[in-house]
């Protein structure tokens, strides 16, 4: 269920036998308690499971370029049981234990906090674990990737895992035969590049770069127009606002789909910001705030001030990532109907009223 390689979150709620067991509860999975978070760290290119498969921590191995015992590297001086590493944020220590897989190399981190929910002990923890992996990776010039987070409510058992849907298997059929426009070309690079990504910063980046740009190339083709004395439209873009609505909608954008759109697919688009909303409104009063806080982060300063591993909201992004991917499929398709989609026609407008 969800985006295909746009990053999910699937919670298990234990069930006890007995109806008066306290862990039992009917409310929602997220209060105030303890909590604890497990990441699960893996080598780039190789996953700790298979395409199609979700499991918990304790089924994954885990795997990384950072040797912690002897076994992986004849300097590495920590025991098969690992070592602990004391992080801190807001003034907060947490203590993590750090151990390796059975070849001695790191596979995992884990602590226990106390939290608010699940959102909470996540951020607090990756912000607090974040800036001590940066500084290995720096140091040592390795990657180090968290792969998965596991993070346990102690008092009920409840269990949220983060995953990536696997792309769809796609037949070679259906696309254009003749040669592509050089103009189009570009676009489609760019949304490889997007696809080909493992960090959801880069793919809404190059989703947006794609937006913006086929927006300056209407304004140019405006004033060509204008000048030659045509007129210049394009259909109007506006988001589907209902399930009714979106649904048929989804179907012009992707040949390749599920037999039906799941409730997560859905949901991850119908947010009270774009429902209804014209894409040009959307893309001024959220995407390019976004845009704008990445920018900060990242780019516009001349001396950094902030750590990307606390000021880069990841969840804010991914959340836009699905309402952005459609966006560009929508305006590529209106904007390059020989080469985007030919297969997947518009359905022809209904005819005017006639009279008054």
């Given at each position: ?90 003034g ?20 226990r ?74 676009y ?13 910063v ?78 040009g ?36 992004v ?28 518009d ?10």
């Amino acid at each position: 269920m969800g985006f295909p390689g746009i990053q999910q979150y699937i919670t298990g709620v234990p069930i006890f036998r007995n109806p008066d067991d306290l862990r039992n509860r009917s409310d929602s999975t997220d209060k105030p308690g303890l909590y604890d978070v497990v990441f699960t760290l893996n080598r780039p290119g190789y996953s700790p499971q298979g395409e199609h498969e979700s499991r918990s921590e304790d089924l994954l191995e885990g795997d990384s370029h950072l040797a912690v015992t002897s076994i992986a590297h004849p300097a590495a001086r920590f025991t098969s049981s690992g070592f602990r590493l004391t992080a801190e944020v807001a003034g907060e220590k947490l203590a993590f234990i750090g151990r390796p897989n059975r070849r001695g190399s790191l596979a995992k981190f884990s602590t226990r906090y106390q939290a608010l929910d699940f959102r909470d002990a996540y951020w607090k923890c990756f912000k607090a674990l974040g800036p001590w992996l940066s500084n290995w990776s720096l140091q040592l010039d390795i990657p180090l990737l968290i792969y998965q987070t596991d993070i346990v409510e102690v008092g009920s058992g409840a269990r949220r895992i983060d995953f990536k849907p696997p792309y769809f298997d796609s037949p070679l059929v259906g696309l254009p035969s003749a040669g592509l426009n050089p103009e189009f070309r570009a676009y489609a690079s760019l949304y490889r590049e997007a696809l080909n990504s493992n960090s959801s910063v880069y793919q809404f980046l190059c989703y947006f770069k794609i937006i913006e740009s086929i927006r300056d190339r209407r304004n140019r083709l405006g004033k060509e127009a204008k000048e030659r004395g045509e007129s210049f439209s394009r259909p109007p873009e506006v988001f589907p606002s209902t399930e009714a609505e979106i649904k048929p909608w989804l179907d012009l954008l992707f040949p390749i789909r599920p037999p039906s759109w799941d409730p997560l697919m859905i949901n991850s688009l119908l947010v009270p910001e774009t429902a209804g909303r014209r894409f040009g409104n959307i893309f001024e009063n959220h995407l390019n705030l976004l845009r704008v806080a990445i920018a900060h982060a990242l780019f516009e300063s001349a001396e950094l001030a902030l750590s990307t591993d606390d000021s880069l909201n990841i969840e804010t992004v991914i959340k836009w990532l699905p309402v952005v991917k459609c966006i560009v499929r929508r305006m590529l398709k209106n904007e390059f109907p020989d080469d985007f989609l030919t297969v997947i026609r518009d359905p022809t407008p209904a005819p005017a009223p006639v009279g008054t």
